[in-house]
């Protein structure tokens, strides 16, 4: 078992990354043909750094995912903490639905209701319709990775807090915050990185004048294979990339004690 | 049971508290008075109440009925914030981003204290626990025997008249935990705070307290120094949970002058003090250390088993009935000890008898 | 601050958000899957006549039909979709348990020192944007692509297999992107699974084939349970992989829920859509949650 069983992990592996290495490898072909190498070359991150209108919807794409992530990032804290510390309050279970619902739900029916309700009630579409979208389908994902650590955290600490006088506010901003903090972040991060990614409910909610990265990425793929898409992936990747290695360098030092 | 109250009027003072989660009752009608400068140890097994006991003192749980006041005052309905005794937490609960002194100091604030007056009170307190020049040090750095000295200082930066103490020395090992008892009683002593300290060791109880409160489910079942618990426990927990205990099974004779009742059990009448009704069934409690073994005039019985304790030698010896006695003798020991299979005899002192209701 | 204040503003806050941007729009769009589409801005009929009162919410019930739900069930064309959604969901799943299942495993039974890293490995492509990951299989999966020519050039093939744009490119996409959200609650379960429970079944003579099938396996089957779950429904309603990896054949819901909106502009039959789409994902989430309770339950029932 364990033999096939590693055998199965590295393919697995293997087939994870290989198609993002490809995606990276030709970004560097000087090749129009995707599939055909024709020599090392960067000339398609010049066309890229060239390309306004997709630099303006990267720029969108920034603004929106910021936004949604900050206003995630508050709503899901908030929600775990509801959940962690308000007990087996009246509706506890309809809370936890309406809370993890909008992770699991097919982004098509969130975007097609969402856009839905924007023309019902007459709101304008653009940068803040995108906004209010993503921030309602990030909300749970932030609210598990807080709930997480909320729940991995020793409750004697915020006792012992009030125990030495300290008021629920300064228990809350000076123990229970910075201890969660990293997780807090961390949801920020993950909103932050599933607004960038979207593609399917900003197409529905979005207006004229607001195109995301994804959607102007989107509109070129359907034309087909095109190096400046590679040349573009591979600097989000990269981007990722070094985020996530950040992240657990700093991490890592956290868990030192330094 | 009620407890004998304390001299002069009461520090600490529980009035018939209750509290339960749900179905369970985790305290039931407890009331006790607390002397100040007194130590008190509530002793009992886990999950008997005492913790919880605690927390209602601390202000983290609100009790169904009943009242706690401190100094003449009602804490009952006060949050734990504005309550002022502080508590010790088992798991010391140091908050791992902050510096040793900043956790020392974090109970200062709100005290209206200068700024050099509460540096100063940090550094008298890192004196008091030996922990001078480890200021600046971050709690995950520590030993578990400095963090509970850390946690010790946090607890009484703010003066307490009364410190709560969980299971503090719960988390060190044995070496070690001796070693803080006689720390521990000497701050204590050199502060006069009343301590009031949740255990369920009882070596560490006898050690540390001047009373012990024992709780059986939620219930107080007997207070008073740890003497008076081993030598008259009121029922047969408490003589089991201070130590070993034989309890022979019998019943009880009439009432006689001199306080001495007999008990009839199946290895024949035995002298034995304490209460109750002629005819009741009772069990006679007699600590293995009172048995004499050897001697004229005592029971029957043959040795089965022989331990070298180091300190003692313990003894089991099958008695006539079939039950079996437990027997433990000092050492060195003046008479030479019977062999394996001898026949000997077994006297139990009617002043280290006591009759326990069964 | 007073403590009531500030607990109502903490469970409050969310639960208005989600009220109001995601169960309102579900009602709204429930309403308007009963109404006719027109050519008018919003495009469709009946609209709230809000000064109407009572006449006008008459009229306005009156006017709702079920022409929209009428044509799903009889064009064959939702019907199809509709099937052929659940087909590749449940076969995209199913391939993913046979993968995942041993990933996971061996994951959990690395060395300490490694499952951080494997963790990492595994959530990491996660991070990076999902159409980039679909779009990097374009590449690799067209006739002139580069599994086709490697296939080629090692003469296994004679011609270029047409994986692109048929089912199997959906297939391999679908088990592409969502290969993760199966590893990973597999692996939180088994990673958490006692290891002397394997040594004691090794002591007692059951090889490694067996503990596996009668002790991994059976108290990994809730991650397993997660993680199915975590799969099929998104990818029921998946529309970016059908779409870049399926051509134009290949029906799906998502698909024909954007193509309706989109291309058709017809909001109430993509409103019926969606709520189609919505009733088929709501079965295995009841029957999860139900079965989710039973074992809750039962762990309880042990616990007294």
Not at chain 1, 10 to 37: C, E, H, M, Q, R
Not at chain 1, 55 to 67: F, G, P
Not at chain 1, 89 to 117: C, D, K, N, Q, W
Not at chain 2, 134 to 162: H, I, M, T, W, Y
Request: overall charge neutral; aromatic content about 8%; hydrophobic content about 50%.
């Amino acid at each position: 078992m364990s033999a096939f069983a590693r055998t199965a992990l590295g393919l697995a592996l293997v087939f994870l990354y290989a198609p993002i290495l490809v995606l990276v490898v030709y970004s560097f072909n000087d090749s129009k043909l995707v599939t055909v190498w024709g020599g090392f070359s960067t000339r398609w991150y010049a066309v890229l750094f060239a390309d306004g209108p997709l630099i303006a919807a990267a720029l969108v794409s920034l603004k929106v995912a910021l936004l949604s992530a900050a206003i995630a990032g508050v709503l899901g804290t908030l929600a775990a903490l509801a959940l962690d510390r308000h007990g087996r309050f009246r509706g506890r279970g309809a809370y936890t639905g309406l809370l993890y619902a909008p992770m699991v739900m097919p982004e098509v029916i969130t975007g097609l209701s969402l856009l839905l309700l924007f023309v019902g009630i007459g709101l304008d579409r653009g940068i803040a319709t995108i906004v209010i979208a993503h921030a309602t389908f990030a909300t749970g994902f932030v609210a598990v990775v807080v709930g997480a650590r909320l729940k991995g955290l020793d409750r004697s600490l915020e006792e012992a807090a009030a125990d030495l006088g300290a008021s629920p506010a300064r228990v809350f901003f000076g123990i229970t915050l910075p201890l969660i903090a990293p997780s807090v972040a961390a949801g920020f991060l993950l909103a932050f990185t599933l607004s960038l990614d979207d593609l399917v409910i900003a197409s529905f909610v979005s207006g004229p004048g607001a195109t995301t990265l994804p959607m102007r990425l989107y509109s070129q793929v359907r034309l087909g294979v095109n190096p400046e898409i590679n040349a573009a992936s591979t600097l989000m990747i990269a981007t990722v990339g070094l985020v996530v290695l950040a992240a657990s360098w700093l991490t890592a030092r956290r868990g030192q004690g330094a | 049971m009620h407890a004998p109250l304390p001299p002069s009027a009461p520090l600490l003072s529980l009035e018939r508290i209750t509290k339960r989660f749900g179905p369970h009752t985790a305290v039931d009608g407890v009331s006790l008075d607390l002397a100040a400068g007194e130590v008190f140890c509530l002793l009992g097994p886990s999950g008997c109440g005492k913790s919880t006991l605690l927390r209602l003192v601390a202000g983290f749980e609100a009790p169904d009925a009943g009242a706690i006041r401190l100094d003449g005052a009602d804490l009952t309905a006060l949050p734990p914030h504005r309550r002022p005794v502080n508590m010790m937490f088992q798991s010391y609960a140091l908050f791992p981003h902050m510096s040793v002194a900043a956790n020392v100091g974090y109970g200062l604030k709100g005290l209206s204290l200068s700024r050099r007056q509460a540096a100063e009170r940090v550094e008298n307190l890192m004196k008091l626990v030996r922990l001078e020049g480890f200021e600046a040090r971050n709690p995950d750095k520590l030993s578990g025997g400095q963090r509970q000295r850390v946690a010790l200082a946090r607890a009484l930066a703010r003066e307490p008249k009364l410190l709560l103490l969980d299971e503090p020395l719960g988390a060190l090992d044995r070496t070690l935990r001796e070693e803080t008892q006689g720390e521990l009683r000497a701050i204590q002593r050199r502060l006069g705070t009343g301590f009031v300290v949740v255990t369920h060791d009882p070596a560490e109880a006898m050690a540390l307290a001047d009373r012990i409160g024992v709780i059986e489910r939620g219930r107080l079942v007997q207070v008073g120094p740890a003497r008076d618990l081993y030598e008259r426990p009121a029922n047969r927990f408490v003589a089991g949970l201070l130590g070993d205990v034989n309890l022979i099974e019998g019943r009880l004779g009439p009432d006689e002058p001199g306080g001495l009742r007999t008990v009839e059990t199946a290895l024949g009448p035995i002298r034995a003090s304490g209460e109750g009704a002629a005819g009741a069934a009772v069990v006679v409690a007699v600590r293995p250390e009172r048995l004499g073994l050897g001697g004229a005039g005592g029971l029957p019985g043959t040795l089965l088993e022989q331990t070298f304790l180091g300190d003692r030698i313990r003894s089991r010896i099958a008695m006539a009935d079939g039950s079996v006695l437990r027997a433990s003798a000092a050492l060195p020991m003046t008479e030479p000890m019977p062999n394996v299979g001898a026949a000997v005899t077994v006297a139990i002192p009617a002043d280290a008898a006591r009759v326990l209701p069964a | 601050m007073s403590g009531r204040f500030a607990r109502l503003l903490v469970r409050g806050l969310p639960l208005v958000w989600l009220v109001l941007f995601f169960l309102v729009p579900f009602a709204v769009t429930l309403k308007i899957s009963f109404s006719s589409p027109a050519t008018a801005q919003p495009p469709y009929l009946p609209v709230i006549d809000w000064q109407g009162g009572l006449e006008g919410w008459r009229e306005f019930l009156e006017a709702l039909d079920f022409q929209n739900y009428r044509m799903i069930v009889e064009d064959a064309l939702y019907r199809d979709a509709a099937l052929s959604s659940l087909g590749y969901a449940g076969l995209a799943t199913a391939i993913l348990a046979l993968i995942g299942t041993p990933t996971a495993y061996a994951m959990a039974r690395a060395s300490a020192r490694w499952q951080p890293i494997l963790v990492a490995l595994v959530i990491v492509p996660f991070w990076t944007s999902f159409l980039i990951r679909v779009y990097a299989w374009i590449a690799i999966l067209k006739p002139e692509g580069l599994l086709n020519g490697a296939l080629t050039k090692l003469g296994l093939i004679a011609s270029p297999l047409p994986i692109l744009d048929s089912p199997t490119g959906v297939l391999v996409g679908l088990t592409y992107a969502y290969l993760p959200f199966m590893v990973l609650p597999l692996y939180a379960v088994m990673s958490r699974l006692d290891p002397t429970l394997l040594e004691a079944a090794a002591d007692l003579g059951a090889g490694r084939m067996r503990a596996f099938f009668t002790l991994t396996l059976p108290l990994a089957l809730p991650g397993l349970a997660a993680g199915a779950l975590l799969c099929f429904i998104p990818m029921v309603g998946e529309f970016i992989i059908p779409d870049l990896l399926g051509g134009s054949d290949t029906l799906m819901l998502g698909r024909v829920l954007w193509s309706e909106f989109f291309s058709n502009r017809d909001w109430p039959l993509a409103s019926a859509v969606a709520v189609l789409l919505l009733i088929l994902i709501v079965g295995p989430v009841v029957l999860f949650r139900e079965a989710e309770m039973r074992r809750e339950e039962a762990a309880e029932g042990r616990g007294r």
